[in-house]
């Protein structure tokens, strides 16, 4: 059981993973041997996701080569030769306090009984000769059930990872995404029966997946069964015999059943001579066959001479040249020898690039995450990642290039040879934005030396953030005792730890057209390149349109859930990052929201945007209008001298509905549950009896309610429903917090609340009249003349709280997210969507956009957002808050019921109802032109109407 810290630190990476997997991770124990630069990157992204229990092997002791490879390790610990394992744990283990650290430094050779690996359920080894490696691996898969296995390496510019986690590993879910829901428009009686979806809305299935159906009118017998399909087109699908089936009439949901997926893998022993990888660059499809035999050659040589080839030694290029081409001759497909990628694999081995280790050390993480959850397609088997551009420009190099000079970048200088170095601590570099990727890129500076130049050189990171508690297991500078602490001072003062030579300028700005007097031009030229860590599309265009002018490299990355992406942007050499868009998100029409939502992202939409409405946008309404008017003797002037006053009708709805206790939060909250799941529900499915019967002759012969559309139905409270008590708690929680009244734990029970619902008198349901509304709304400044003059003065300049999710309570979090869960539960409920019990989750879920650490070691995240105690809400989408003009009022109701009688044909009925329920909509979105309309009407003359 997850604590409530737990929660808030986990709350992002649940929602991708899912209960079960989280669960499963919880109970996880995992062996990670090797504590260089790689082993240090996986244990940390380890940590920060949450496993119940990691033990960290090492033999080898802290070298001065270490300071520039492991982010945790200090000159102390060099001078004090302490082991490597022994002097991170620590540092490690404060990452999380909920996982169990433990440090060991066992020899692990030919001799050592194993049998102690059998508490864990992942096996990881870094830096272990490949003997041993085959060995572990061996005893691993010979354990019931089977320990999975993982190896990584990284030697200078060359890496590989490789995957084993028995014969027979069960994913549960080979995606993560979401189950598709395709609403149906027919369906064949044929052998196969073949699927059409609903016009311009494709199925996105593959073949050989599954879906079951639901809510299908005359075809039942497909209601509740399983069938796997077959893609025809990307609006059709084919499915088994539907010949014996009735005919299908109307309506149906095709689900995506999520089956489980066996994998099955190889022994190390094996897959060294047959290996299946994954290409990570199709430019270069035979290099993961080449690098294979290059490193196999490089375990060989190891194994022989107890060593890694010397740096820029022609004697032992050429050594490991003939192993390479002797191990290629026994591999199955027998790749050629690439004497580039041996010649810099034997010249570079020694040496360590940091990025190469946390790209690597991140996949590597992501696998053990998937090995002890089953969750998402694991990597079958071997992943060789390289970086082989950093030498290319190196025709002739020169071996003191590369030799070592007794100083931290040592293992760099191996790689990139000293003039590289030396430009790197040269660079001017400004970071914008501080959070995981932010993290991440101060981590790899410190390392590389970038900004330490002794005449050059400066990083400046820039971020207006504090720190919240749910940042705590993605940014891994930062620690419990940070919160709300500035992030860039935060993660400044955390880098200086690991390299304490960085020069940083770090700054609380924002880097926008109001900061241009601190970043302006001059600034810009003066940075060497420019690196975006940013939440969201807005700031990323703008800072690439300053790039633009000033003609300055940019570096742009972004991370959603498991998926990322990097973007490179050169002057002259690539396109900017204005330059293209992102396709459109598909948005939802008001009307589809406020009348027929079908789909279950409809109901969590409608939620929110209720939410917004009710909790930010009118309290911001509220106080936006006292601020253009300081004070009520103001306002009533101007309505004295016939002044219009922007955002008085929602002023006087506030003051006139205004709770003042307790009480009157809880009576609020109850006329707005009657209002949003009875009254509303009543002009959509027909407030008048006779309206209604005609909607039920239309609903058997023209399927006005036909799918994706639902009939609502209206709900009556009940204090005793979970989800009826869930809304009214939570409801009258926001709107004390809103007004500042106060509550104690009586007041929540249900005894205090039973008492305060049984004096609130709940009205009838009455069709609104649009004249009376309109005379109603001439009376606006009145009704606010008499507000003020009734209420006193001072107590009108106390504001309403606008901001309650800037609080970054706990509370606040709750209130916000049952409100909505709620919300959603009843619109759900009003039109008969199937109901489950992971509603709280999905609506979490689907409400929010969301990373975990793994991704954001490769690439940096983009999120529009605001934040809600650390949970990032996407912004809602900004609808048409007059609502579409479609009415159904008891004015044109009683009107078409005085234009129906039998006499006139069924043809002509159905007619006009199309045109008093299409007819605005369609013009009011441009499908229907006046010329159409006035067709429509000389067609309805034509039937006897007026």
């Not at 080894?125 to 999975?148: A, G, H, V, W, Y």
């Not at 860039?488 to 020069?503: G, M, W």
């Not at 009710?614 to 002037?637: C, D, G, I, R």
Request: glycine share 6%.
């Amino acid at each position: 059981i997850l604590s409530t810290v737990q929660v808030i630190r986990k709350n992002r990476q649940r929602y991708v993973l899912g209960d079960t997997a989280m669960q499963k991770m919880a109970k996880s124990h995992v062996f990670l041997s090797g504590m260089g630069g790689l082993g240090l990157e996986i244990a940390k992204n380890l940590v920060l996701a949450g496993i119940k229990a990691l033990t960290i092997h090492d033999t080898e002791k802290c070298q001065a080569w270490d300071l520039g490879t492991n982010f945790f390790l200090c000159e102390d610990d060099v001078v004090n030769i302490r082991n490597r394992a022994e002097a991170v744990l620590q540092h490690i283990a404060e990452l999380n306090p909920y996982v169990h650290v433990t440090s060991s430094s066992i020899p692990l050779n030919e001799t050592t009984d194993l049998s102690f690996l059998n508490k864990y359920q992942c096996v990881v080894l870094t830096e272990m000769k490949l003997s041993l490696q085959k060995m572990i691996n061996d005893f691993c898969r010979s354990q019931c059930p089977p320990i999975k296995f993982i190896s990584a390496d990284v030697h200078g510019i060359w890496s590989r990872l490789f995957c084993d986690f028995g014969d027979e590993f069960e994913v549960l879910d080979t995606t993560g995404e979401e189950p598709k829901e395709i609403f149906i428009s027919n369906i064949t009686q044929a052998n196969p029966g073949i699927v059409t979806c609903l016009e311009n809305h494709p199925h996105k299935l593959e073949t050989g997946q599954f879906v079951t159906f639901r809510e299908i009118n005359g075809m039942t017998g497909l209601n509740g069964s399983t069938q796997q399909i077959t893609v025809v087109s990307p609006f059709s699908f084919s499915i088994g015999d539907t010949t014996e089936l009735e005919p299908y009439l109307h309506g149906g949901i095709a689900i995506q059943v999520k089956t489980t997926k066996t994998f099955s893998f190889e022994s190390l022993e094996m897959q060294l001579k047959h290996p299946k990888y994954l290409i990570a660059d199709f430019s270069k499809p035979e290099a993961p066959l080449e690098i294979h035999s290059a490193m196999l050659a490089l375990d060989q040589f190891q194994e022989t001479y107890s060593r890694k080839p010397n740096i820029g030694c022609q004697q032992d290029s050429e050594e490991l040249l003939k192993l390479a081409a002797s191990i290629s001759e026994t591999l199955e497909e027998k790749p050629e020898v690439n004497y580039d990628i041996v010649h810099w694999l034997s010249w570079t081995a020694q040496g360590f690039l940091p990025p190469l280790a946390a790209a690597v050390g991140g996949v590597a993480s992501q696998e053990v995450l998937k090995a002890v959850t089953g969750k998402f397609s694991p990597l079958c088997q071997w992943l060789y990642i390289e970086a082989a551009d950093l030498v290319e420009s190196f025709s002739k190099p020169e071996r003191e290039e590369f030799l070592p000079r007794g100083d931290r970048y040592d293992a760099l200088r191996a790689c990139i040879g000293d003039t590289l170095c030396q430009k790197l601590q040269n660079l001017n570099i400004f970071l914008v934005g501080c959070g995981a990727i932010g993290c991440e890129m101060l981590k790899n500076f410190a390392l590389l030396g970038v900004g330490t130049g002794k005449e050059k050189g400066m990083v400046t990171v820039t971020d207006p953030d504090l720190i919240e508690k749910s940042n705590l297991n993605r940014q891994f500078l930062f620690r419990p005792h940070h919160i709300q602490k500035p992030k860039s001072y935060t993660a400044a003062d955390a880098t200086l730890k690991i390299n304490p030579q960085l020069k940083i300028d770090a700054h609380l700005n924002k880097v926008c057209s109001a900061t241009e007097a601190i970043y302006s031009d001059e600034f810009y030229t003066k940075q060497d390149i420019i690196i975006t860590a940013l939440d969201n599309v807005e700031a990323r265009r703008y800072v690439d349109s300053r790039c633009l002018a000033n003609l300055r490299p940019l570096l742009d990355s972004g991370t959603m859930g498991t998926k990322g992406h990097t973007e490179v942007i050169v002057p002259h050499l690539t396109e900017s990052y204005n330059s293209h868009r992102d396709p459109p998100e598909e948005e939802i029409p008001f009307c589809t929201l406020k009348s027929f939502p079908a789909a279950i992202e409809h109901t969590i939409q409608w939620a929110r945007d209720k939410f917004e409405s009710s909790f930010s946008y009118k309290p911001s309404l509220f106080n936006k209008f006292w601020q253009t008017y300081p004070s009520a003797e103001e306002v009533l002037q101007k309505i004295q001298t016939g002044h219009s006053l922007e955002g008085c009708f929602q002023v006087i709805k506030l003051l006139s509905r205004r709770p003042r206790n307790w009480s009157q939060c809880v009576e609020l909250a109850r006329l707005k549950f009657e209002k949003y799941f009875n009254h509303k529900t009543f002009p959509a499915q027909g407030s008048n009896p006779g309206l209604l019967h005609c909607r039920q002759i239309l609903y058997h012969l023209s399927l006005f309610w036909q799918s994706p559309k639902r009939p609502p139905s209206p709900l009556k409270f009940d204090l005793n429903e979970p989800l009826h008590f869930s809304f009214l708690l939570n409801a009258a929680k926001l709107y004390a917090a809103i007004y500042c009244i106060p509550f104690t734990e009586e007041d929540l029970s249900a005894d205090t609340l039973l008492n305060i619902l049984s004096e609130v008198k709940i009205q009838e349901f009455k069709p609104s009249d649009k004249q009376e509304n309109e005379r109603k709304a001439l009376k606006d400044f009145e009704v606010l003349y008499v507000l003020l003059c009734n209420k006193p003065i001072e107590h009108l300049k106390h504001r309403v709280q606008s901001d309650i999710f800037k609080r970054r309570t706990l509370a606040v979090v709750e209130f916000c997210v049952y409100f909505a869960v709620a919300l959603t539960g009843f619109i759900r409920n009003c039109f008969e969507y199937e109901r489950g019990k992971k509603r709280l989750l999905r609506v979490k879920k689907v409400g929010l956009k969301l990373n975990i650490q793994k991704s954001e070691i490769m690439a940096p995240g983009p999120i529009t957002s605001w934040q809600v105690d650390g949970e990032t809400m996407e912004t809602v989408t900004d609808f048409i808050l007059g609502g579409s003009k479609i009415t159904a009022d008891g004015r044109s109701n009683q009107s078409i019921l005085k234009e129906i009688s039998p006499k006139y044909s069924l043809e002509g009925l159905m007619l006009r109802l199309k045109l008093q329920y299409f007819g605005h909509l369609m013009q009011e979105e441009k499908g229907t032109t006046e010329d159409e309309m006035v067709g429509w009407h000389h067609e309805l003359d034509g039937h006897g109407f007026k």
